[in-house]
Every structure is written in structure tokens, then in C-alpha cells.
């Protein structure tokens, strides 16, 4: 059995930086895509970062590129999200997902992947 999970969410100024971190176990295998997701109230799940190191891929949108980080330790399972210039639109729950359905190429994309964490939030406020 998969599971995920997301911690090291807060609430921070803007300006400022912030870790997040997703654990996971189970049979995650190193050829596995994963991919950080954010949702805020009212608004669709959108991919902010996804990953997969045995084929170098690393994919953000132009809404957080340059400013957040994507990286995965392998001996510690962990997946994390360097978040840095934090904006108030950034707030948001955010998510760790992993391994895309059969088929699925958009790696951005909350609809291709199969296992989900329970999300940590991200609250950007002075």
C-alpha cells in the first residue's frame, strides 16, 4: 500500500521561504513521477511541480518558476518543495501525489496520477 504524507506547512509573510516535505512508503519505485499539487478554496487543483530523476524530468509552471524548488531524497523516502518570494496567490493546501496512470503525459496534471497525500496548508499573509 502507497501512502503519502505532507507536512511542514504554515503560515508565513510574504517575501519569505518555506520546506515542504512529503514521507512517503510502500511500492514507490525510483522510476515513479511525483509531483507537488495546490488547491485553494473555491479554485481547480493545479500541478506546481513535478519529477522524475531516472529520466531528468522536472516540469514547473510559469507561476512558480524560479521561485520553487522540487527534489526528492531517496534514502530518507521523501519528497520535497522549496517554496521561496512567497506571494499572498500562493497560499493554498498542497498536496504530494505519485505514479501516473497508464498513458498519462501531462505530468502537471492532477488528473494523471494515482496516489494522493492529505495535504499540508500554505497560508501567505502580512
Known amino acids: 500500500m502507497v501512502r503519502l504524507v505532507e507536512s511542514g506547512g504554515g503560515s508565513v509573510q510574504p517575501g519569505t521561504s518555506l520546506r515542504l516535505s512529503c514521507t512517503y512508503s510502500?511500492?514507490?519505485?525510483?522510476?515513479?513521477?511525483m509531483a507537488w499539487f495546490r488547491q485553494a478554496p473555491g479554485k481547480e487543483r493545479e500541478g506546481v511541480a513535478a519529477?522524475?530523476?531516472?529520466?531528468?524530468?522536472?516540469a514547473y509552471p510559469d507561476s512558480v518558476k524560479g521561485r520553487f524548488t522540487i527534489s526528492r531524497d531517496y534514502p530518507k523516502n521523501t519528497l520535497y518543495l522549496e517554496m521561496n518570494s512567497l506571494k499572498p496567490e500562493d497560499t493554498a493546501m498542497y498536496y504530494c501525489?505519485?505514479?501516473?496512470?497508464?498513458?498519462?503525459?501531462?505530468?502537471?496534471?492532477?488528473?494523471?496520477?494515482?496516489?494522493w497525500g492529505q495535504g499540508t496548508q500554505v497560508t501567505v499573509s502580512s
Open positions: 510502500g511500492y514507490i519505485y525510483s522510476s515513479d513521477h
Open positions: 501525489a505519485t505514479r501516473l496512470y497508464l498513458g498519462a503525459r501531462d505530468t502537471l496534471s492532477p488528473r494523471a496520477y494515482v496516489y
Open positions: 519529477i522524475n530523476t531516472d529520466d531528468d524530468h522536472i
